[in-house]
Each structure stands twice: as structure tokens, then as C-alpha cells.
């Protein structure tokens, strides 16, 4: 019986193994992500664990508002120049909800008495208070 006879090309072989196994070892890890999802992105952002949100926004565009909430600079100033247009009549129906002594839900100028009385009573409320304001403008 013959025993074989070792190739040349053997050792070639068994060092190219070899460096399939090292290329593998060397193989590129997970890259973490800069960009923050989800529902605290705006909060790692704020803090400085992200770069941005998946909206773009960046930490210089956030803030947080008066009740603590991490918001977007452009959002709250957008909310506020709305609610003037509304700041009136907001003010005008807390103040008719007193002075009628209306405690609870009571759907505006809905189908209930009470409800079209609170209406009136918010409307000649916000009135007046613009008489008085275009009298003491002027």
C-alpha cells in the first residue's frame, strides 16, 4: 500500500486558511446610531447622547417649556403666536364660567340652556373688554 505523497500546493493551503480566519476576526463591528427615535429622541438629543432626532432637529433647536417638556424652539413659538388669536376669548369664558358659577362640563352654546347662557355671557364678556381696550388705546 502507497502512502500519498504530500503536495506542494498542501502548506499553501493551510495558510490560506489561516488568513480566511484572521480577515474574519478583523471583520467591521456595529455602528451605533447618531440618531435618536423613538419616544425620548428629543430627550437624548436635549441631554447629548444623540446628534439629532429623526426629524433633524438638533440640540441647539430644542428647549424646554414651562412645564418641563423637552420642545422644538420653532413649535412653542408657532403655539403661542396661535393662542393670542384665542387668549380672549379663553379669558373672557373662564371669567362668565365664574360669574355664572358653572362648575363641570357644560358644552358651549350647545343644546342645554345653560350652554347657550355661558355663550352670551362669554360673548358680552370679550365685548367689553375690547370696548375698554380700543378706549384706553386711543
Known sequence: MALPVPSAAAPVMKKAK??????????????????ARGRFAK??????????TVGGLKKDSLMKNKRGK??????NARGKQVYKQIESWTEAHMAARSAMGVSGWVSL??????????????KALR????????????
Open 18 to 35: 489561516r488568513v480566511a480566519k484572521v480577515a474574519k476576526v478583523m471583520k467591521k463591528g456595529k455602528r451605533i446610531s447618531k440618531i
Open 43 to 52: 430627550a437624548l438629543v436635549f441631554r447629548g447622547s444623540k446628534e439629532k
Open 70 to 75: 423637552i420642545v422644538s424652539k420653532r413649535a
Open 109 to 122: 352654546n350647545g343644546k342645554t340652556l345653560q350652554g347657550k347662557a355661558l355663550y352670551i355671557k362669554t
Open 127 to 138: 365685548a367689553a373688554k375690547r370696548v375698554s381696550a380700543s378706549s384706553a388705546g386711543a
